[in-house]
């Protein structure tokens, strides 16, 4: 069994989706084991995605990240990770899958509806970053 964390970013929210993501990992069977509702602020949205802090569009992504409220998710099942990275598709909508969440649903490269953990390491480290180990629920 493997964990991710998963965020429906601000767009995807104010468009009204975030119940379709939702239903789309609950049919593909990665169970939900810890989910909230929160707005970061700029700060944490900085830290949050600090690996970036280098790149030209960090000031742009962590205005949006903040402009609104996110859903956090922690999902649990085989290859989570991956199976998650599959059903959001690729970062830039353009080059993403049709039936994938960001065909679906997002607006741009930035506005892509929603974030998923890219390894074990990362998906541990952002797992921790939004929830503490008595918020995850045991599933067995
Ligand atoms: N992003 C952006 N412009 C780019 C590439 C990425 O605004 O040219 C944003 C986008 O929201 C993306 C996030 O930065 O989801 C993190 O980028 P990464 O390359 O890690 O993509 P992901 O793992 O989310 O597919």
């Known amino acids: 069994m493997e964990r991710t964390l998963s965020i429906i970013k601000p767009d995807a929210v104010s468009k009204g989706v975030m119940g379709k993501i939702i239903d789309r990992f609950e049919r ?7 989910m909230k509702m929160v707005k970061l602020t700029k700060e944490e949205a900085k830290a949050f995605y600090s690996v970036h802090r280098d790149k030209p569009f960090f000031d742009s992504l962590t205005d949006f990240m903040s402009s609104g409220p996110v859903v956090v998710m922690v999902l649990e099942g085989e290859k989570a990770i991956e199976r998650n990275r599959e059903i959001m598709g690729a970062t830039n909508p353009k080059d993403a899958a049709p039936g994938t969440l960001r065909h679906q649903f997002a607006t741009d490269v930035e506005k892509n509806a929603v974030h998923g953990s890219d390894a074990p390491e990362t998906a541990q480290r952002e797992i921790a970053f939004f929830f503490s180990e008595q918020e995850l629920v045991r599933l067995t």
């Open 28 to 34: 593909e069977g990665l169970k939900i084991v810890a």
